[in-house]
Each structure stands twice: as C-alpha cells, then as structure tokens.
C-alpha cells in the first residue's frame, strides 16, 4: 500500500513539476540574445556616440519591462546583420520590414512602426511620372539588401538600375552628386536625414510612393517561442510609453 502511495505521489509531482516548467517562464532566465541593427534614423542610429531612434529606445523598454539586463547590440550593415541573424541562433536584427518572402526565416516582435517608402529626388529635377513605367528607367540609391532595394524589385524595378549602399548617408552623397536620379527611403527617414546632415529640405521631393510596411524585430528562426512571447508580451504592455517614444521623434502619425 505504502509502494503504491509513494508512486502516486511521484506521478502527480512529476506532471505537476513539467507543467510548471512549461507555462512559467522567469523573464530573468531567458538567454542571452545579440542584437544586430544598421543605421537607419529615426529607428536606429547614433548620436554623440550612443544608440538612439525609436526602435533602440523601444527595445530598452522590452527590457526593462521584462526585468532583463540590457543585451548586446552591434550596429553593423544590413547585410552583414541579416546574414548572421539567419544563421546564428539567439540573434536578432532590427529594424526589418515584415515582407511575404521573409515571412518564415524569422520570428517576428512588433510592430514597432509603419513606414511608408518613397523615392526621392531633386526639385531641379522636375520629374513628372504618370505611371510606374515612366520610373522605371531611372537610376536609384537603395540600401543593399534592405527592404528599399527588396520593394524596388518587387515592383518590378530593373537591378542594373539600382546603385546598392550600404547607408542612407552613402545614398544622399550619390544623390546629391547626380550620380543617381532618385533615392529610396522612408519619408521620415528621409526628413530626419537632413536634419542629421543641415541639408535643406526644400530642395528635394517625393516623386513616387512605393509601398507603406510593418517594421518589426526578427528573431532567428531557432529562438525559443517562450522568448518570441515573453518580447511580444513587453510590446504590448508598453504601448503607452512607445506612443512618447514615437512623439518624441517627431514620427507622423501615417508612419505609426
């Protein structure tokens, strides 16, 4: 009797022990994650030698909501970052457009904002475009590898069209070089761009919009679904705190 009372006893404790370990989860004993990001303002860059933008200030808030330390964050070009993020479990990489093709390479936190991405080109230019075939025979800056060049493409824009950089500087120098007739960029981006560099802004203009993307943190796709939820979870009960992050820097209200 008293064999088959301990076993009972050791059954329920058992069940009762994996239930526990799979539906709570300490924020504290989520593991270390890298971080990868480019620099790309308002969501990311640097200023007086320290990580700034929307998307930082937002990631340090999921922190610090989760009762984690801060993790390591790597300001790397886009590329680079999207290949390590692929291949190397318990990275990240912010911040990514949320795009059909990239879908299920990743797990995906957000969104942290919307954007709308246009082309850009110079006043003295006067571009007039009717229609999408009328742009195509331009030559454009784009980010390599980044959601710039991947919406070009899908709207059908030729490669060898395409001047591939890897910063949103690189791409304005080109412009403002005539080496290129357009550039492609966030409108934010853009404006915050040439407060960043005491550019005039007047002298430029949108001349065509492309498409209007959810920007997110994407996780390797071998990180835990426990993380994913745990990030997800600080997302959203941060909102409030994210909205003043946004005002903060100036993000128009068709970009949230």
């Not at 709308?116 to 454009?140: D, T």
């Not at 960029?185 to 959810?214: A, I, M």
């Amino acid at each position: 009797m008293i064999y088959y009372s301990l076993a009972f006893f050791l059954f329920i404790f058992s069940h009762v022990a994996v239930a526990i370990a799979e539906n709570s989860i300490k924020p504290n004993t989520l593991p270390q994650v890298t971080f990868y990001t480019e620099s790309y303002p308002p969501a990311n860059y640097t200023k007086d030698d320290k990580l700034v933008g929307i998307s930082i200030d937002s990631l340090k808030l999921m922190w610090v909501e989760q009762g984690i330390p801060e993790q390591e964050i790597s300001m790397v070009p886009w590329a680079r970052g999207y290949r390590n993020v692929l291949k190397t479990p318990n990275t990240a990489l912010f911040t990514m457009s949320r795009t059909p093709a990239r879908e299920h390479l990743f797990k995906w936190v957000g969104p942290l904002f919307k954007s709308v991405h246009v082309l850009v080109a110079k006043k003295s230019a006067n571009f007039k475009f009717e229609n999408l075939g009328n742009v195509l025979s331009y030559r454009v800056a784009t980010i390599q590898g980044d959601i710039s060049e991947i919406s070009l493409l899908q709207i059908g824009f030729p490669d060898f069209n395409m001047a591939k950089v890897k910063s949103l500087e690189r791409a304005f120098a080109m412009i403002q070089s005539d080496r290129v007739d357009m550039m492609m960029v966030s409108v934010h981006g853009f404006q915050h761009l040439t407060k960043l560099l005491n550019v005039d802004p007047s002298k430029y203009e949108q001349v065509w919009q492309v498409n209007q993307v959810g920007n997110y943190i994407a996780f390797n796709i071998k990180t835990s679904d426990h993380v994913i939820q745990s990030y997800q979870q600080a997302f959203e009960n941060t909102a409030e705190q994210r909205m003043l992050i946004k005002q903060n820097y100036n993000l128009p209200k068709v970009e949230y």
